[in-house]
């Protein structure tokens, strides 16, 4: 690739050198990462290596990975979105309460998703405005947003959990596909859909530019205001399906959960190696940080580590996530 | 002037590589005491690295460096100012809100008495004899604001004084500044120069090379091409030395097939800085726009193309008016900005290829999704068109030298359709070869039916390529000139 790779000698050095620029470099170690903790954990308990528990991993980091993808979008476009715990528990409530006043007809399910989708949608979109016409910061924005949604759903149930929920519709988050869990077929079909739209597509790229240099793609003729309303709300979009699956899983519409998500899904993203500065970072590293995460999570677990501890090892990963970004920037 | 042998820095045999470029191929250098010796070479010929390396801010990977006899190993911006070498930017580092006797002291603040309180009488006792030494009337008390490029400059220069630097390296100092601001700066440089400094010199500007430097040297892809006295050199030799080849005399040929008006402006203003601005522009002509800073000429097109917004007056485009809200609406209309800070022209991260795709994405797309292969293909045929130097189009454009990256938006507005293209100081800042090239694209569009409105500093380029000029001055259009046989010509104009 050039001279200083050419001039290492060792052969082995010199492939290793040359992949620190490959494209994906930052995704294949993760994975190599990914590897080598399974490895390990396999080894400490027996238990780890099963198809059964691989997949209760799978689907316990399902709704906080597809918390990271529309994360992923807000971030790699230079924003941030704070609101998505708070959020989910409020898209929770009347997902709940039509769902319940239908009976568990299919009808009411069916309503009951589109409006967590709308309602998701909506809070992005109220996010985006704020941002864009009211040019509030995203951080103020979104935290704004937070306080509103807590206080609201808080107010509405007086802090009281909404039960009730009928099975038909937690099959969502607790139901089987054969062996796979019906949300991990959610969050992967989702995955396929984010990557198409980062990969493939005209928007993908214009997210990539705002995120690289707003000014420049302003001037290119982008129409940046359009768009930051938009990957706002495809963060509020993803929130909404995550918030329809988190109440199927726990049977009921809970006004004082949601908070980990956030912590969660942005140490997912970065981990995945989204830059906290924007302009880069892809759906796979994000796929593949959040499962890490779930693993190491899964294996705490499973050796019955301290759960506060468990806390200072999340710590640490992000530390770890955010330093080895920034030593490949140079 | 007072030579004294040895040279007082020597750099030998120094070697720098990049991914993908050897930047330093042993280069030699030598700076003489007392002496102003000028740096200069094409973009990407090892200048703004072989200066990196004596500041600090990259490691060499090979050679050695020697101070007065000494050698030297310098890890670090800080060993580079201990050793006595400062480095004056084109970026300024002052803090705007704090006087300037703190920033010329700026990280060694004088602290004296039991409770540590700040000393100012001392500082600004020592500022203010700085200054003086320099030559310079400031009030060392006040704070920046309001303070011009040309003074930050000096506290800068006074900063590095204080630090006791023997070494200035100065890099591009005259680009912000006017006529008389450079007379001023070459006049402390001599006293300073007399007083003990030395002087590296790096400019783009060969007429002031022969006006302040006593040596200079050139290099070329990272080659130290020649070492010698100025008065042994003329620019011919120095530019065919830069360019390693003789650069023939370039007889541009301006197109006067001219067709119908394509854009109307009338009566636009924008704030403070654009009033009442009216002209017209047709098909396949170029319209210069000079002025001195500040005259309002890179307010008028970012207003136009809808990046500032107007307050008063129209814009038409072939005779129908149009409404210009956005970037966005104007690169529909077909209009396209090459912005005076290259880097609001380029996403860092992105490729050369995704780079000239960016403003027109819908050309690329096959049925929703992006098509790589058309993109490839249209990136490589710009590439080869505009002869852009880059091992591959999958490059990023923060590797390439200025030249190129100026290149590559030329090819983002090509991509575009774009039909009325303005440039706001296309070629500021790139070297001689990329110049030339530039300006005979230009040329090439508008016989293609492209109209261009080029804002500019250099009357050269101006009387070269223009079919009008037009003078701006306070946010006006004053003069529209038809004919001018020469630089100074405009210049006169400019300067009335």
Same mark, same amino acid.
């Given at each position: 690739m050039d001279e200083t790779i050419r001039e290492t000698k060792n052969p082995i050095a010199r492939l290793l050198k040359q992949f620190t620029y490959h494209k994906y470099f930052h995704e294949i170690t993760l994975l190599f990462v990914l590897i080598i903790v399974s490895f390990i954990l396999s080894l400490l308990t027996p238990?780890?290596?099963?198809m059964r528990n691989l997949l209760i991993v799978l689907q316990q980091v399902s709704i906080t990975t597809i918390i990271a993808f529309g994360m992923a979008f807000v971030i790699i476009s230079q924003g941030i979105d704070l609101s998505v715990g708070a959020a989910i528990a409020l898209i929770g409530l009347p997902v709940a309460k039509i769902i319940i006043a239908g009976g568990g007809a299919p009808l009411y399910i069916a309503l009951g998703i589109l409006s967590g989708v709308v309602i998701g949608a909506l809070i992005g979109f109220v996010n985006g405005l704020n941002i864009v016409y009211?040019?509030?910061?995203p951080f103020i924005a979104t935290l704004a947003m937070m306080s509103i949604c807590r206080g609201t759903v808080l107010s509405i149930t007086k802090g009281q959990p909404v039960f009730g929920l009928p099975n038909s519709f937690i099959f969502i988050g607790n139901g089987f596909v054969g062996p796979i869990p019906f949300s991990v077929i959610i969050m992967l079909v989702i995955f396929a859909a984010v990557v198409w739209i980062t990969e493939f597509t005209a928007f993908g790229r214009t997210v990539y530019a705002m995120g690289g240099n707003e000014e420049a793609a302003r001037l290119a003729g982008i129409n940046v205001k359009k768009y930051r309303i938009v990957i706002y709300m495809i963060s509020g979009i993803c929130v909404g399906i995550a918030g329809v699956i988190f109440s199927a899983r726990l049977a009921s519409a809970q006004p004082?959960?949601?908070?980990p998500f956030l912590f969660n899904s942005i140490t997912a993203a970065i981990l995945g190696?989204?830059?906290?500065?924007?302009g880069s970072g892809t759906m796979v590293g994000v796929l593949i940080g959040a499962v890490l995460i779930g693993v190491i999570n899964n294996g705490q677990a499973l050796l019955n580590v301290d759960p506060y501890l468990q806390h200072v090892v999340r710590g640490i990963i992000v530390l770890i996530a955010v330093t080895t970004g920034s030593l490949r920037k140079g | 002037m007072i030579k004294t042998d040895p040279a007082l820095l020597r750099m030998e045999r120094i070697t720098k590589r990049f991914p993908g470029v050897l930047?330093?191929?042993n280069v030699s250098f030598s700076l003489r005491e007392r002496t102003i010796h000028a740096l200069v070479g094409q973009n990407g010929a090892g200048k703004s690295t072989l200066i990196n390396v004596l500041n600090g801010s990259i490691r060499k990977d090979g050679g050695s460096v020697y101070l007065a006899g000494q050698e030297i190993e310098i890890r670090s911006a800080t060993d580079s100012l201990n050793l006595g070498l400062a480095c004056i930017h084109q970026e300024m580092f002052i803090v705007?809100?704090?006087?300037i006797a703190e920033n010329v002291f700026l990280g060694d603040i004088p602290i004296r008495g039991f409770y540590r309180k700040v000393d100012f009488a001392l500082m600004h006792r020592k500022a203010r004899e700085i200054f003086a030494e320099m030559g310079v009337e400031l009030d060392?008390?006040?704070?920046?604001?309001?303070?011009g490029v040309a003074e930050q400059q000096l506290i800068m220069i006074a900063r590095a004084l204080h630090r006791q630097s023997r070494i200035l390296i100065m890099d591009e100092?005259?680009?912000?500044?006017d006529t008389h601001e450079i007379e001023n700066l070459f006049r402390i440089i001599r006293n300073l120069v007399a007083s003990g400094q030395s002087v590296i010199y790096i400019s783009h500007y060969l007429n002031e090379v022969f006006k302040i430097a006593d040596e200079v040297t050139v290099l070329r892809n990272g080659n130290n091409i020649i070492t010698a006295?100025?008065?042994?050199?003329?620019e011919e030799m120095i530019i065919e030395h830069m360019l390693g080849?003789?650069?023939?005399?370039k007889d541009f040929i301006r197109n006067d097939n001219l067709g119908p008006v394509v854009l109307e402006v009338e009566n636009l203003s924008s704030?403070?800085?654009?009033?009442d601005a009216s002209f017209s522009i047709r098909e396949g002509e170029v319209i210069g726009l000079a002025g001195l800073l500040g005259s309002g000429r890179t307010e008028l097109v970012r207003t136009i193309f809808g990046a500032d917004r107007k307050t008063a007056g129209e814009v038409k485009i072939n005779g129908l008016p149009v409404s210009i809200n956005s970037p966005a609406d104007a690169v529909r209309l077909g209009l396209g900005l090459l912005t005076e800070q290259r880097l609001q022209g380029?996403?860092?991260?992105?490729s050369v290829k995704k780079n000239i795709t960016l403003s027109n994405l819908k050309k690329i797309m096959k049925l929703f999704r992006l098509d790589q292969k058309e993109e490839d293909s249209i990136a490589k045929q710009y590439t080869k068109l505009l002869n852009i130097k880059v091992m591959?189009?999958?490059?990023?454009? *923060?590797?390439? #030298?200025g030249g190129n990256q100026q290149k590559v938006i030329f090819a983002k507005w090509l991509h575009s359709d774009t039909k009325i293209l303005f440039l706001d100081e296309?070629?500021?800042?790139?070297?001689v070869g990329a110049k030339v090239e530039i300006l005979e694209i230009v040329l090439e569009l508008a016989r293609k039916g492209m109209s261009v409105i080029l804002i500019s500093s250099e009357f050269t380029d101006l009387v070269r390529v223009c079919n009008r000029v037009l003078i701006m001055k306070k946010g006006r259009i004053v003069r529209e000139l038809? *004919?001018?046989? #020469?630089e100074s010509f405009l210049q006169s104009e400019v300067n009335v």
């Open positions: 238990y780890f290596l099963t009211l040019k509030m910061a004082a959960a949601g908070d190696g989204v830059a906290l500065f924007g | 930047a330093l191929d705007p809100d704090v006087s060392v008390r006040r704070n920046l604001r309001g303070l100092p005259t680009a912000s500044l006295s100025v008065s042994e050199l003329s080849y003789r650069e023939e005399s704030g403070k800085l654009l009033r380029i996403i860092p991260q992105f591959s189009i999958l490059q990023k454009i *923060s590797n390439l #030298s296309a070629t500021k800042g790139i070297d038809e *004919s001018f046989p #020469s």
